[in-house]
């Protein structure tokens, strides 16, 4: 894992591949020659038609500041001691779809996995055995903007981080269990490296850290507060395009 990781990092700060700075117009070819009508003024807010004359273009086309991402990723989790010594820290897998307007991004994170309690805790007077099979399941939402370098684009977010706990094998226990949720705000970074694959379209590698201000109170009051994350994953992320015509002189 730390060759991989040291791999990671020295590709994302020497691969000489600009990150989203492409705001370049691409036009094709191929001259398109319409005959466009010449208009003659007749009265104060009448036309009629004099005239054709030969109109010659090519289409183009630009960026359009609509997109999308997808990221698929693994999460590394690390809790509080309390929390730890309940569900330990554990790894994730991170599914994120981001709606990108220009530089601003509109994120949702999903975060599932399945771990078994490392102690036993008691919720509604039923007690949570460690044969559990327990989701802590983490839904984010967040915004964010990018800052776009030659070589990387680093995207600072804040948002929410609601953390919910399902219990999957509940008939093989012969018990149902209501776990209280939690909520609380999260910040981070991710630092990515851009690859262009077409036109306003990229394959990314990413890294991301990330800290959730949390109260694990809130389900158990021997639980902690917080946790801390890492990610890496990669992305596909593409930006719609404007079609226009281009007039050649």
């Not at 007690?127 to 559990?132: G, P, V």
């Not at 915004?143 to 919910?164: A, C, M, V």
């Not at 776990?179 to 990314?204: D, E, L, M, Q």
């Amino acid at each position: 894992m730390k060759n991989i990781i040291c791999g990671l990092f020295f590709l994302l700060i020497t691969v000489n591949v600009c990150g989203q700075i492409d705001n370049e117009v691409f036009c094709y070819p191929d001259t398109v020659s319409i005959e466009a009508p010449v208009l003659r003024h007749v009265q104060k807010s009448t036309f009629e038609i004099a005239s054709f004359t030969p109109y010659k273009f090519i289409w183009c086309e630009k960026r359009s500041k609509i997109g999308a991402r997808l990221e698929i990723g693994v999460s590394s989790f690390h809790y509080n001691k309390s929390t730890r010594d309940w569900i330990g820290n554990h790894v994730a897998p991170n599914f994120n779809f981001i709606f990108v307007y220009d530089k601003f991004n509109f994120g949702f994170r999903f975060k599932p996995f399945t771990v078994s309690p490392e102690k036993e805790l008691l919720f509604d007077n039923k007690t949570l055995r460690q044969e559990a099979n327990l989701n802590p399941i983490k839904l984010d939402f967040y915004l964010g903007y990018s800052f776009d370098f030659k070589h990387l684009s680093i995207e600072p977010y804040l948002g929410l981080s609601r953390n919910n706990f399902v219990v999957i094998n509940q008939n093989e226990l012969n018990e149902t269990f209501s776990i209280p949720s939690a909520t609380g705000f999260i910040n981070g970074i991710t630092v990515n490296k851009y690859f262009k694959t077409k036109n306003y379209k990229y394959i990314s590698i990413f890294s991301n850290v990330g800290y959730s201000i949390i109260d694990y109170k809130k389900v158990h009051s021997t639980l902690g507060a917080n946790y801390f994350e890492w990610t890496l994953g990669v992305a596909l992320k593409g930006f719609f395009t404007k079609n226009f015509r281009q007039k050649i002189e």
